[in-house]
């Protein structure tokens, strides 16, 4: 430039002086330009907007009109010098002359460049404070004119500038070129990169599972990969989280975001599966879903829970796969809510899958919709935040590049709890329909630099991981997509974003790296706290239980199944038909013996006259059989048969832990002790048929039933008197020897029986109740002798109380007469309660009813008894397979600390066994 600028002088003089050109102007001209370069690339990179650039034009155009003046101020000054040195030689007459003339004139025309230097200078720093306030460039700079100036300058100072804007230009095409092909080599060198760690870590799986140093004791296979053997340790974590002292700060890599933000469509890219159920604008995930990725020859996904693998790359079981994620998630969602707190655990196995744990929260919503439930926003805050509060969480904070921040809530949460973004990645989803929508592409630079959203973030990447077809879109698609768009995006070509920054598997590599890190730091933590508590644990063992061997829960389940069944093994060794028979008879008379007195025979011989007595006992007995008591019978034999189970298995149990599951097996035999209506149909026949019977067959039959009705008798009599006894009170010696006083109501009973006793003639039957008048004269004279006033209610029961014991007594004195008129006529049996002995047949109907019950009631029972332990075993052995049957059934203080024992040692074995592995495959 400044070569064009002193070649001026010499057109105007119409001269070339080369060699003065060669040497005071070509060095000016090395340099200059060479500094407008260097200072072009040293500002922002080839920008030409923004003020770095104006500054950077304004100081070169200042340097490129100082030298010029430099320049030819000093050739001015020169030629004086010049022409006095020049030597007076005789024989070079013409040449001093013109030479003479020469300098003369260069003379003149340095001293006019002088004022159009001057001029130059003026107008350069207008033209300067032009740019600095941002004025447009490109116009033409005007120079004023001074005398001697020359229009041809001015041109050509104009067209230099032309020159420097389109260098500047094809400096910044040629930055653009460069950053392209620095992006192209990044990926090569990052694919040779992926290449190598993956040979890298086949041979570290080959040199482990040739490795025979299995660790067996501790139940670690070899062949499981770091990541799903610290899969397994969050599952210990999250089953037994109340045995340990510390909270669950083991880490994991949080997505969390806004709903419809991508966050979904991020984690699919970096699993490689389209796994997760989609919806036009209906909030798909409902639940947590924790995703453990690990490598593996096939690309495979299986749920914790549940048998069964589904092959990612066949359609068929993608497919299952959504709708099982999705049923899974509707399943976990209580009636009349929107999101579910439950996990759902999914482990994904594929080619060169980095290794992590991942979870995907539901979106943070913004509004209700219809039929949503209202606290859903409040809701799905707050797991966001239990989640991300977790202090070695990794957060993935998925934002929408088309959205504006002010509509992020996301935001805010993930600041609340780490402030400094230390353990926060940043990233930007749908830059490509961002860049689409023409959104400013210095506000997408702004966002990627920490520079909007009021959060901060330890890496910052933009992503895109979707296409505009999502039926048809696949993986591989997407990733052609966007790596097509990171070629050719003219906001990503700036060199402003890092390629290590574009993309879903640089995300992907760099959360990979980030985990394993944190999760090798926290473990040298988790690892120190359980120790502790290990030991606090094992202290408190042995002061509350000294001397008492310590017992898992499975083991005490052993234990105690095994001694329930040896009770019920022995109860049926030692129970035979006959004890049985005998047994189901007596407690079916227990039953059923309240009910015969009260309603059967004592209302059946309100009328003492033989042929009525007989027949109110049919009437009452045929409504009886059809009615109740075939199914009092069967309860009979099912509470009996009960009551001998829970007998056999009071076996010593000091501090309850076996009660439960004595419960459980005594409640399965009761669900198992069942009668077929068959059964129940054959019973109630024979009931009936015993109970129809009018014919005492023999004498010794008669006899018999005699003895079973004096036997029935006596017992209820008793019974009566002492319920007679405890309603009138003590005498008035018992009183004064136990220090006690009659209660009213004693008082007012007492009074009553002194007045009724005149109703009942010894030996004689009394009429079963009193008339109206006669109630009321007791009652008045009750009240009379007691100075209360009692009602004539309070006289009739007490009445109802001394007949059945008047009764009764007759009828014991009757069956006493009766046992040896055995085929004596009616009219010649005179027994005591004017009933000619014709009750001798309703016991004996009774008595013939219950031997028959109780032979047909013990066939069932033995049919039962011998198939029980069986039973009894499968029930045991499902509640052993059933873990959480397991810890319902089995539950006491001592039981609970054994097992937390034996938790935070398994756990602190895992952890430790998962330490050894990431040494082993060099992820530390």
Not at 445 to 469: C, E, H, P, W
Not at 645 to 651: G, P, R
Not at 869 to 894: V, W
Request: aromatic share 6%.
């Amino acid at each position: 430039m400044l070569a064009r600028l002193a070649a001026l002088p010499q057109r105007v003089a119409g001269r070339r002086l080369q060699h003065v050109q060669l040497r005071a102007v070509q060095p000016a001209h090395r340099t200059i330009p060479g500094l407008l370069v260097q200072r072009s690339l040293a500002g922002s990179g080839a920008s030409a907007v923004g003020a770095a650039s104006r500054n950077l034009l304004v100081a070169a155009l200042r340097r490129f009109l100082l030298y010029p003046a430099v320049v030819i101020g000093g050739a001015s000054v020169g030629l004086d010098s010049l022409k006095e040195k020049i030597p007076d030689m005789p024989d070079l007459g013409p040449v001093q002359e013109f030479a003479h003339a020469i300098a003369g004139h260069l003379k003149q025309v340095f001293d006019g460049g002088h004022a159009l230097v001057e001029g130059a200078l003026q107008s350069g720093a207008a033209v300067a404070d032009r740019i600095e306030r941002g004025v447009d460039s490109n116009a033409e700079i005007p120079i004023p004119k001074k005398d001697g100036a020359d229009d041809e300058l001015l041109d050509e100072l104009n067209h230099l500038r032309r020159q420097v804007t389109a260098l500047e230009d094809s400096q910044s095409d040629d930055i653009s070129e460069h950053q392209r092909e620095v992006l192209q080599l990044t990926e090569q060198l990052q694919g040779e990169i992926d290449r190598l760690v993956a040979e890298n870590d086949s041979l570290r799986r080959r040199l482990v599972l040739d490795s025979t140093n299995t660790n067996t004791a501790l139940g670690v296979s070899q062949k499981q990969t770091a990541a799903e053997m610290y899969s397994d340790l969050l599952a210990i974590r999250e089953k037994a989280e109340s045995s340990f002292a510390s909270e669950d700060h083991m880490p994991r890599v949080v997505v969390v975001g806004d709903q419809s933000a991508g966050k979904t469509s991020v984690l699919e890219m970096v699993v490689r599966a389209r796994i997760f159920p989609r919806g036009a604008g209906e909030m798909m995930t409902r639940a947590p879903v924790q995703v453990t990725m690990s490598d593996g020859p096939q690309h495979i996904a299986m749920f914790k829970d549940a048998p069964g693998v589904y092959n990612i790359d066949r359609s068929s079981d993608l497919a299952l796969l959504r709708d099982e994620i999705e049923r899974r998630m509707r399943m976990s969602v209580e009636p009349g809510h929107t999101v579910s707190d439950a996990t759902i655990a999914l482990d994904i196995r594929g080619p060169g899958l980095r290794p992590m744990v991942l979870v995907d929260l539901p979106g943070i919503i913004q509004h209700h919709t219809l039929g949503m439930y209202e606290g859903t926003k409040d809701t799905i805050i707050g797991m966001c935040k239990r989640h991300v509060e977790n202090p070695n969480a990794i957060i993935m904070c998925v934002q929408d590049a088309t959205r504006d921040a002010e509509g992020s809530s996301i935001a805010d949460v993930v600041r609340s709890v780490d402030p400094d973004g230390k353990r926060t990645l940043f990233v930007l989803t749908k830059v490509d329909l961002a860049e689409k929508m023409k959104k400013s592409s210095h506000q997408l630079q702004r966002i990627l630099k920490g520079q909007v959203f009021n959060m901060n973030a330890r890496n910052y990447f933009a992503v895109v991981a979707g296409t505009s077809d999502e039926k048809t879109e696949t993986i591989e698609s997407i990733r052609h997509a966007e790596k097509a768009f990171f070629d050719e995006s003219e906001l990503f070509m700036t060199g402003v974003v890092k390629a290590s920054s574009m993309g879903t598997q640089n995300l992907a590599r760099a959360v990979s790296k980030v985990f394993w890190e944190t999760v090798h730091k926290s473990l040298s933590v988790q690892i120190a706290e359980l120790s502790a508590d290990l030991k606090r644990k094992e202290n408190e063992w042995k002061s509350r239980y000294p001397g008492v061997p310590r017992m898992s829960r499975e083991e005490l389940f052993i234990v105690g199944r095994h001694r329930i069944l040896e009770a019920v093994h022995s109860l049926n060794t030692s129970l035979t038909a006959m004890d049985l028979e005998k047994l189901l008879t007596d407690e079916l008379w227990a039953k059923i013996r309240g009910f015969v007195f009260d309603t059967l025979y004592v209302r059946a011989a309100e009328d003492p006259e033989p042929g009525s007595f007989k027949t109110n006992c049919e009437n009452l007995l045929e409504a009886w059989v059809s009615k109740d008591l075939a199914d009092s019978a069967l309860q009979v034999s099912r509470s009996t048969l009960i009551a001998q189970m829970e007998q056999a298995m009071n076996f010593p149990d000091a501090d309850g832990s076996f009660q439960r599951l004595k419960n459980t097996a005594i409640q399965t035999c009761a669900t198992k002790m069942s009668w077929s209506p068959q059964s129940r149909r054959k019973l109630q026949t024979l009931q009936e048929l015993k109970l129809k019977d009018d014919v005492v067959p023999d004498s010794g039959t008669w006899v018999q039933a005699t003895a079973f009705m004096s036997k029935v008798l006596t017992e209820e009599h008793r019974r009566a008197l002492t319920e007679a006894d405890a309603a009138v009170g003590p005498s008035y010696m018992w009183q004064w020897l136990s220090w006690r006083r009659l209660t009213p109501a004693q008082r007012a009973r007492s009074a009553a029986f002194s007045q009724l006793s005149e109703f009942f003639p010894a030996d004689k039957p009394a009429k079963s109740g009193l008339n109206h008048e006669e109630a009321n004269g007791v009652s008045l004279s009750v009240s009379r002798a007691i100075g209360a006033e009692v009602d004539a209610e309070f006289i009739h029961e007490t009445y109802q109380m001394m007949y059945k014991i008047h009764f009764l007594n007759l009828s014991i004195k009757s069956a006493a007469y009766c046992r040896t008129r055995y085929g004596q006529h009616e009219r010649d049996n005179k027994a005591c309660n004017n009933l000619a002995c014709t009750d001798v047949l309703f016991f004996w109907r009774v008595l013939n009813m219950l031997q028959s019950s109780g032979n047909m009631l013990r066939v069932e029972a033995m049919d039962f008894k011998n198939v029980i332990e069986d039973e009894l075993r499968l029930a045991l052995g499902a509640i052993h397979d059933d873990k959480l049957a397991l810890q319902d059934t089995l539950s006491s203080p001592r039981m609970d600390l054994a097992e937390d024992i034996e938790v935070v040692k398994v756990t602190l074995a895992k952890m430790r066994a998962v330490a050894d592995k990431l040494e082993s495959e060099g992820r530390v």
